[in-house]
């Protein structure tokens, strides 16, 4: 047993920022890197077709290459107690959390946890450097994301973790296929796959809120009780009320839109800017000319450079 006054620590390789790659997210990298694994991206270079114009990584794709080298991997919903484990196992967690500006979500890896200073480390890519980040904070934000957790572990380490009952395997899985499997078969295909999943793992809030996004993008009414499950399994799930406001707005339910977008906000003011700018524009419809500017004014506030800084300038000193 530790002592409540240890801390505990996963020592990560360094690995720049500039390697990353749309296929092989950096905290993929690290961690394949950490169990002995030099992944080269140009394996899947004749992929590139695939993700034309992608600006972000690709999770599936890095988790894939790792399997590739031998790896195995884990998806699934994890707690605060399962990543100190891990890290008392020497395995390192990668989380999914919530991005800020305009970044929705990022990936972040658990090296390490302090009990008596109740911190949760995490990896930063410069020597002797790490992120500590008080656990009532990394817990909220978490819970945004579901809990995601992806582990990625030799097989034989693998072996010891498939004796566990790790929750929503398959669906979480799954749901980070999506953004592959969209662009190489019908949409429809994608949703029927992830439904059956959702028969099997139906409490997982994850992916409903998946779901509920798939038939948003062909604009279904479906999407709103995908939503709607997905909030009422967890309340803190920002990007479904996200979802429901950006629905609601392109058909024009603005009073609806605003609700839904003031329920993200309330989970997560500095969360994504842009959704201050959807917001006003809700507002302005609804007649709410005073509450809109001040979102605009807010939007540039948490996104300085914003591309479209002079038009939103411009609608400011309108209203």
């Known amino acids: 047993m530790h002592s409540q006054s240890e801390d505990q620590m996963i020592h990560l390789p360094i690995v720049t920022k500039e390697s990353?790659?749309?296929?092989?997210p950096l905290v993929v990298n690290v961690v394949s890197k950490y169990w002995g694994e030099q992944i080269d991206v140009n394996e899947v270079e004749g992929s590139a077709e695939l993700y034309r114009g992608v600006k972000s990584t690709i999770m599936i794709e890095g988790i894939e290459l790792a399997e590739k080298h031998g790896l195995v991997s884990y998806i699934y919903k994890g707690s605060i107690s399962d990543v100190k484990k891990r890290v008392d196992q020497g395995i390192p967690s990668i989380v999914v959390m919530p991005g800020i500006q305009e970044t929705i979500q990022h990936a972040s890896i658990v090296c390490?946890?302090?009990n008596d200073e109740r911190r949760i480390?995490?990896?930063?890519?410069?020597?002797?450097?790490i992120g500590a980040i008080p656990e009532v904070m990394f817990e909220n934000d978490w819970e945004q994301e579901d809990m995601t957790t992806i582990v990625i572990v030799p097989k034989d380490i693998g072996a010891?973790?498939?004796k566990e009952n790790l929750k929503f395997l398959n669906s979480n899985r799954l749901g980070f296929e999506v953004e592959k499997m969209k662009r190489q078969i019908p949409i429809n295909e994608v949703i029927q796959r992830l439904k059956l999943a959702?028969?099997?793992?139906?409490?997982n809030a994850q992916a409903w809120y998946i779901l509920g996004s798939l038939y948003n993008e062909i604009n279904l009414p479906e999407c709103i009780g995908c939503y709607e499950k997905a909030v009422s399994l967890n309340p803190k799930l920002y990007l479904a009320y996200r979802g429901l406001g950006n629905y609601y707005l392109k058909n024009k339910e603005f009073i609806k839109a605003e609700d839904q977008y003031t329920?993200?906000?309330g989970i997560n003011a500095k969360r994504y800017a842009s959704i201050y700018k959807n917001r006003a524009v809700a507002r302005?419809?609804?007649?709410?000319?005073?509450?809109?500017?001040?979102?605009?004014?807010?939007?540039?506030?948490?996104?300085?450079?914003?591309?479209?800084?002079?038009?939103?300038?411009?609608?400011?000193r309108e209203r």
């Open 121 to 129: 480390f995490t990896y930063v890519p410069e020597p002797d450097t």
């Open 20 to 24: 990353e790659h749309v296929y092989l």
């Open 263 to 265: 329920k993200a906000i």
């Open 198 to 203: 959702l028969r099997k793992e139906e409490d």
């Open 112 to 114: 390490g946890y302090s």
């Open 284 to 316: 302005t419809e609804i007649g709410k000319h005073t509450e809109a500017k001040h979102d605009l004014v807010e939007y540039l506030a948490q996104l300085p450079n914003a591309h479209d800084r002079k038009s939103i300038e411009e609608a400011i």
């Open 160 to 162: 010891i973790l498939e």
